[in-house]
């Protein structure tokens, strides 16, 4: 299967299937989202314990884009603490903005290596009005997280 299917594949899937999306009974972080360009709506509900994210839900509607990109942040950054939430959206920011897979510090010949599920949304760096899309979930994320400390 070439890899631009087997990409496909995984976004439809994370649309179709959302991880994470039922919302949390009593977060302690919530931020909401729009990508009016789109109309992509995204909320983002974090319970924190200390600065780790002990659990998370992304909920909302919108492209398959934005919302796959969502699912596959929520299984990223569940149980993770607020340094290693950062260092894995450096990493999703360098792929979205990168001229290839190298230079975004993937491995070409292991798909999913670096970012896991993320990695199926590079292709999405060739259209840039859909980059927007999936970077929703992420700034939504940040606002959640609010500022540190
Ligand atoms: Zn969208």
Redesign the pocket.
Known sequence: MALEELYRDVILDHYRNPRHRQPLEAPDRRAEGV?PL???EVTVELKMEGDRVVDVAVHGQ??S??QSSGSMMSEAIKGKTRAEIEAIAAKFHSMMTAEDETAAGLDPSRPGAVLGDLEALQGVRRYPV?IK?AALPWTTLEEALGPAG
């Open positions: 990508n789109c109309g992509d919108g492209c884009i934005s859909r899309c």
